[in-house]
């Protein structure tokens, strides 16, 4: 029961960050942005840690990993998908980032030895055809052009860079470090690395004082950082990585209710027959088994 909340939990959370995230973009510079959201997230989980008395020590050795950490998931591989998003469209995105499953599935392998039964390789097939269905109209209408092959390599790159940040997390479970805590250290190495980014790059720290930027920045902050990684990370403690990145596959379901919601998206047949294969995938991925050697 624990499992199947923390997946809802980071379904849902993650599925309205990608309206929420809309809210961030013009004004000020992603890098900025990123920074502002993963600070406020790392100083939320550090109050949490001290008042909650949890051991912050890790080793020099650990440190290493919550500074890749850092770079693969809190910093380096946001701001490749945010600068990817301004040459392709947000559906197009969702797609190429559900590609994660199978990326985690092959890293996994790669670097620990496990595999996957047949539910969990099925599901991954029928879920991505099913977000296939969904977004068809995005990818008819894709074009050859470098500024669209531009955007989906950094996508796509940014994709893996999280991979690599979950075969991370992986390593620091099996250590015996609480998803809470490296979540504080990898946050903060983020921050810092992304704040670094913005002033090689001469990004001015300014603020849009409007309602709808900070509103959206403290649910990014509160809810789609500091809330959904710690999830996101028990639960690849809890279930492996391959079935916690299936995640990714019906985020864009969540997505898309929101839009139809807020930005007049309208479900068609397709569509529809795509959100079905996409549930049958996840409850072949939440029921799949994996194996080590």
């Given amino acids: 029961m624990l499992n199947i909340l923390l997946y809802i939990a980071c379904v849902l959370i993650w599925g309205t960050t990608w309206y929420a995230i809309t809210m961030q973009l013009g004004v000020v510079a992603p890098e900025v942005s990123l920074t502002y959201r993963f600070g406020g997230a790392t100083l939320i989980l550090l109050i949490y840690s001290l008042s909650t008395r949890r051991p912050l020590r890790i080793s020099l050795a650990d440190h290493g990993f919550a500074v890749l950490l850092g770079i693969c998931m809190f910093s380096l591989?946001?701001?490749l998908t945010y600068y990817g998003a301004q040459y392709i469209s947000s559906g197009l995105v969702a797609v190429l980032f559900t590609v994660l499953t199978f990326m985690n599935l092959a890293n996994e392998r790669l670097c620990f030895g496990?595999?996957?039964?047949?539910?969990?390789?099925?599901?991954?097939f029928i879920g991505l055809a099913g977000v296939g269905l969904i977004f068809m109209p995005e990818l008819a209408s894709l074009?050859?052009?470098?500024?669209?092959?531009?955007?989906?390599?950094l996508v796509i790159a940014g994709t893996y860079l999280?991979?690599?940040?979950?075969?991370?997390?992986?390593?620091?479970?099996?250590?015996?470090?609480?998803?809470?805590?490296?979540?504080?250290?990898?946050?903060a190495y983020g921050t810092?690395?992304?704040?670094l980014s913005a002033v090689i790059q001469g990004k001015p720290f300014i603020i849009e004082h409007t309602t709808r930027y900070l509103g959206s920045l403290l649910y990014l902050s509160v809810m789609g950082t500091a809330v959904a990684f710690v999830c996101y990370l028990e639960l690849i403690r809890r279930i492996g990585s391959g079935r916690a990145a299936y995640t990714s596959v019906i985020i864009p379901l969540v997505a898309l209710t929101?839009?139809?919601f807020f930005e007049n998206y309208h479900f068609t047949v397709v569509s529809t027959a795509g959100v079905a294969l996409v549930l049958v995938g996840n409850a072949l991925a939440l029921t799949g088994r994996i194996k080590a050697h």
């Fill in 77 to 79: 591989n946001y701001a």
């Fill in 258 to 260: 929101v839009s139809a």
């Fill in 162 to 187: 999280a991979s690599l940040g979950n075969m991370v997390a992986i390593r620091n479970t099996r250590r015996g470090i609480r998803p809470t805590i490296m979540s504080v250290y990898g946050m």
């Fill in 114 to 124: 496990v595999r996957a039964d047949w539910r969990i390789l099925s599901a991954s």
């Fill in 143 to 153: 074009t050859s052009g470098s500024d669209r092959l531009m955007g989906m390599a």
């Fill in 192 to 195: 810092f690395f992304l704040g």
